[in-house]
């Protein structure tokens, strides 16, 4: 382990090098901005290790079970998807969404299906009886999008390819891709 206690070391020279540079900054509102976003990042942070300490002095679990526990906190997941940690996949992530919200597409007469991933794209297919009401449409395009958007805030965005009900497959598909939503 010496090459990563060296790494570290080499971190926390930089970090104070870094913090003596803001320090001696000139623009005294600029040095304050950067002031104020490190005690962010630092407490954001600092409130994600003592919520990791605190759940694991109280599980009953070890290993990959404490993991998950872990991927149920908001403020952990969110620390894990901002560092590329999330211990479950985003296509697992994304197919879990569209397993809690199925029964609410169903009572509407439509299917909700995950193509894939591509480039951070999820891509979906909404199925069902085309009634022509477009308040239908978008309020299941919200629908799945929000529960996505929870579920896989790391996805670049997602496209949602609308196709009509078997039987009356002769129009053209309709995509809808949503804007990226991101909680930062």
């Excluded at 951070?120 to 199925?127: C, E, F, P, R, T």
């Amino acid at each position: 382990m010496p090459a990563d206690r060296a790494e570290h070391q080499w971190g926390a020279t930089r970090l104070k090098t870094l913090l003596q540079e803001v320090e001696a900054c000139s623009d005294p509102a600029l040095r304050d901005m950067v002031e104020e976003l490190i005690r962010a990042i630092l407490d954001l942070h600092g409130d994600g290790l003592a919520r990791l300490l605190t759940l694991t002095q109280r599980a009953q679990h070890t290993g990959p079970a404490l993991v998950e526990m872990f991927t149920h906190d908001e403020l952990l997941t969110f620390l894990f998807m901002l560092h590329g940690l999330h211990p479950v996949a985003v296509q697992t992530r994304v197919e879990q969404a569209l397993v809690e919200i199925r029964p609410d597409i169903a009572a509407r007469g439509y299917a909700v299906e995950m193509v894939g991933i591509e480039n951070g794209i999820a891509k979906l297919h909404l199925v069902g009886h085309d009634h022509g009401c477009s308040a239908t449409a978008t309020a299941l395009v919200t629908t799945i999008e929000d529960a996505i958007n929870k579920a896989a805030p790391d996805l670049d965005g997602m496209q949602i390819e609308s196709l009509p009900d078997p039987a009356q497959r002769t129009s053209k598909p309709v995509k809808f891709i949503p804007r990226r939503q991101r909680t930062q």
